[in-house]
C-alpha cells in the first residue's frame, strides 16, 4: 500500500495506518492489491465477476473525509439483476464478517456505473429484489419479492381490502374508519366502502358504533 491518494495527495499516518488495516483484513479474504493502483483491492470470484474495494478516495469523497473502502464490482451483464442483487449482498455479508466496513457511490442506487467500471449498472443494489421472498426466504430465482400473496400480505397488509382481500390499485382505495375512539383505520376498495355503508349486514365489524359516528361529525 501506498500513503498516497489517487491524486498523489500524502495520506496522513493516522488514516492510513486504519488503511492498512482495512487492507490485511481484505487479504484475508481473499482480495489482492493491485500492482499497478495501489491502494485498490480487487476479488475475482469467478470468471465473469469481480469486486472492487478502493481506498484511493476520489474527488467527491476524499479517503481521509470517509476511510471505509468504496464498493464497486465488474458483474457479466447477462446475469439478471435479482442474481447481481444476491452475489453483492453475499459479498457484502462476507466483508461484514471480516470485520471491513464499505461504502457504495451515490450513483449505484440510480443504477449508474462507477468510475473504475461501465459495466456495473444495477439498480438499488442491495434494497431491490434478490430472489428470494422477503417474507419466507423461498428461492423464487426471479425479480418478484414475494412467493405468494399470503407472504406480500404479511409484509404489506395495507396493500389489500380488509374486507374481501383483493389487491388494492391506488385509485380504489379508501380509508376507512372501523373506529373513531381511539381512531382506527383500515385500507378498503371501493366496492366494499359502498357496501359497508349502505349494507348493515356486510361486515358489521367494519362499521364503527352509531354513537362514535355521531360523536365525531357532530
Not at 470517509?66 to 464497486?72: G, I, Q, V
Not at 383505520?185 to 361486515?203: A, M, P, T, Y
Request: hydrophobic letters at 25%; a negative charge; charged letters at 30%.
Amino acid at each position: 500500500m501506498k500513503p498516497e491518494d489517487k491524486f498523489g495527495n500524502e495520506i496522513y499516518s493516522k488514516i492510513y495506518k486504519d488503511l492498512c488495516e482495512y487492507g490485511a483484513r481484505l487479504k484475508q479474504a481473499g482480495y489482492q492489491e493491485s500492482r499497478n493502483k495501489p491502494n485498490l483491492f480487487y476479488y475475482e470470484k469467478t470468471p465473469g465477476i469481480m469486486f472492487f474495494m478502493d481506498m484511493r478516495g476520489t474527488q467527491q469523497v476524499k479517503i481521509w473525509e470517509d476511510t471505509r473502502p468504496l464498493f464497486y464490482w465488474n458483474i457479466d451483464l447477462t446475469m439478471p439483476d435479482w442474481g447481481k442483487r444476491r452475489l453483492l449482498k453475499q459479498e457484502r455479508e462476507r466483508l461484514m464478517s471480516h470485520q471491513v466496513p464499505l461504502r457504495i457511490s451515490f450513483y449505484a442506487g440510480m443504477g449508474s456505473g462507477f468510475a473504475e467500471v461501465d459495466n456495473s449498472k444495477v439498480s438499488e443494489p442491495f434494497g431491490g429484489p434478490d430472489g428470494y421472498c422477503r417474507t419466507c426466504g423461498e428461492d423464487l430465482s426471479s425479480n418478484d419479492m414475494f412467493c405468494s400473496e399470503d407472504c406480500e400480505k404479511d409484509q404489506h397488509p395495507n396493500r389489500f381490502c380488509e374486507s374481501c382481500n383483493d389487491r388494492l390499485e391506488w385509485d380504489q382505495l379508501i380509508r376507512h374508519h372501523i373506529s373513531y375512539y381511539p381512531e382506527e383505520i383500515v385500507n378498503v376498495c371501493r366496492s366494499c366502502h359502498r357496501k359497508i355503508h349502505l349494507e348493515d349486514s356486510f361486515h358489521p365489524e367494519l362499521t364503527p358504533p352509531q354513537e362514535d359516528i355521531d360523536r365525531f361529525y357532530e
